[in-house]
């Protein structure tokens, strides 16, 4: 059974910087792209960020490129979001997810989902 759980949302002043977590577990994902997502209330969930488990392509969306990095530690199965320089208009819930697929920005060709973390920035 394919898990993913994000940790690391919390309160955080304009400006600051949080990494957040997601702990893969339950198959083999070298051949899986994953993905950071984000909702905020009210809104669409829109893409993040998102990269290869085995390395290589990695993109951002056009908001927090420069701002945010994708990162992945193979041997732990733990995929990370650094976000630094963060606004108020990142509040959101972050959700991980993993496509057996090229790394995407399309959330329909995600296959797994995390159950989220909060992130809320204050101004």
């Known amino acids: 059974q394919v898990q993913l759980v994000e940790s690391g949302g919390r309160l955080v002043q304009a400006g600051g910087s949080l990494r957040l977590s997601c702990a893969a577990s339950?198959?083999?994902?070298?051949?899986?792209?994953m993905g950071w997502f984000r909702q905020a209330p009210g809104k669409e969930r829109e893409f993040v960020a998102a990269?290869?488990?085995?390395?290589?392509?990695?993109v951002y969306a056009d908001s927090v490129e420069g701002r945010f990095t994708i990162s992945r530690d193979i041997a732990a199965n733990v995929v990370y979001l650094q976000m630094n320089s963060l606004k108020p208009e990142d509040t959101a819930v972050y959700y991980c997810?993993?496509?057996?697929?090229?790394?995407?920005?399309?959330?329909?060709?995600?296959?797994?989902w995390g159950q989220g973390t909060q992130v809320t920035v204050s101004s």
């Open positions: 997810a993993a496509s057996y697929s090229n790394c995407t920005a399309y959330a329909a060709q995600y296959d797994y």
């Open positions: 990269t290869r488990w085995s390395g290589g392509n990695t």
């Open positions: 339950g198959r083999t994902f070298s051949r899986y792209a």
